[in-house]
């Protein structure tokens, strides 16, 4: 995909704030610090279109990004950071499945886990989460610098098996090393031409 504009719209707290022209969505979730901004950053060929966080947790907003004219990003708040009070964590939920449960536009939704870890518990429920609501699912092994190509199979198997994946396609990306952005773009753009 050749990133031709890529423009940031806005902050959005309340669903009014959504964009409203229709176009097709794409929306990226996933634990604090899992690597969300890099990747939107490197997808979009931008240094820091969204903001690398400097306060993991707080971001309490989803964060729409205009591509090509053609779609939209939606960067949903971070989960999983330990020092979030149970306030927080409700307002995170109340934001998400507000989000979820009636965003027609939301064509896939990418899950971002650390190629490195064992998903967690918070991971599967955000995976189930999706599907219940019946969107379809990508999910994006992240960091996968850190880790030899001769392990990324056995890292697959752990994912697939703890989030109970149903045939998901797992798509290793660095963004430090920029590899798997072109594949990534790929599986995006089926999305939109289905
Ligand atoms: P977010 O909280 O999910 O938006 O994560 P960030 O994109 O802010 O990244 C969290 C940390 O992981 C930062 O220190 C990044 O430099 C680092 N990071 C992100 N992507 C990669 C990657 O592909 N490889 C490596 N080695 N580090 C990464």
Same mark, same amino acid.
Request: hydrophobic share 35%.
């Given at each position: 995909?050749?990133?031709? #504009?890529?423009?940031?719209?806005?902050?959005?707290?309340?669903?009014? &704030?959504?964009?409203?022209?229709?176009?097709?969505?794409?929306?990226?979730?996933? @634990?604090?610090?899992?690597?969300?901004?890099?990747?939107?950053?490197?997808?979009?060929? @931008?240094?820091?279109?969204?903001?690398?966080? &400097?306060?993991?947790?707080?971001?309490?907003?989803?964060?729409?990004?205009?591509?090509?004219?053609?779609?939209?990003?939606?960067?949903?708040p971070g989960y999983g950071y330990a020092?979030?009070?149970?306030?927080? &964590?409700?307002?995170?939920?109340?934001?998400?499945?507000?989000? =979820?449960?009636?965003?027609?536009?939301?064509?896939?939704?990418?899950?971002?886990?650390?190629?490195?870890?064992?998903?967690?518990?918070?991971?599967?429920?955000?995976?189930?989460?999706?599907?219940?609501?019946?969107?379809?699912?990508?999910?994006?092994? $992240?960091? #996968?610098?850190?880790? $030899? @190509?001769?392990?990324?199979?056995? &890292?697959?198997? =752990? +994912? @697939?098996?703890?989030?109970?994946?149903?045939?998901?396609?797992? +798509?290793?990306?660095? #963004?430090?090393?920029?590899?798997?952005?072109?594949?990534?773009?790929?599986? +995006?753009?089926?999305?939109?031409?289905?």
């Open positions: 995909m050749k990133v031709k #504009s890529a423009e940031f719209i806005i902050s959005a707290v309340n669903t009014d &704030q959504y964009p409203a022209e229709g176009l097709p969505e794409v929306a990226f979730v996933g @634990r604090s610090n899992v690597g969300k901004s890099s990747i939107i950053n490197s997808l979009l060929n @931008r240094r820091n279109i969204a903001r690398t966080s &400097q306060n993991p947790g707080k971001t309490r907003t989803i964060n729409f990004f205009k591509v090509n004219d053609e779609f939209h990003f939606a960067d949903l020092k979030v009070s149970k306030t927080e &964590q409700a307002k995170w939920g109340g934001i998400m499945e507000r989000y =979820l449960s009636d965003r027609e536009e939301l064509k896939c939704i990418l899950i971002l886990v650390d190629i490195r870890h064992e998903p967690k518990e918070d991971d599967k429920r955000m995976y189930e989460w999706a599907r219940h609501f019946g969107y379809e699912c990508l999910i994006v092994a $992240t960091k #996968s610098d850190k880790i $030899t @190509r001769g392990k990324y199979q056995k &890292q697959f198997s =752990l +994912i @697939r098996k703890k989030l109970g994946l149903s045939g998901e396609k797992i +798509i290793p990306i660095s #963004s430090l090393k920029k590899t798997g952005i072109d594949e990534l773009w790929n599986e +995006i753009a089926d999305v939109f031409i289905k």
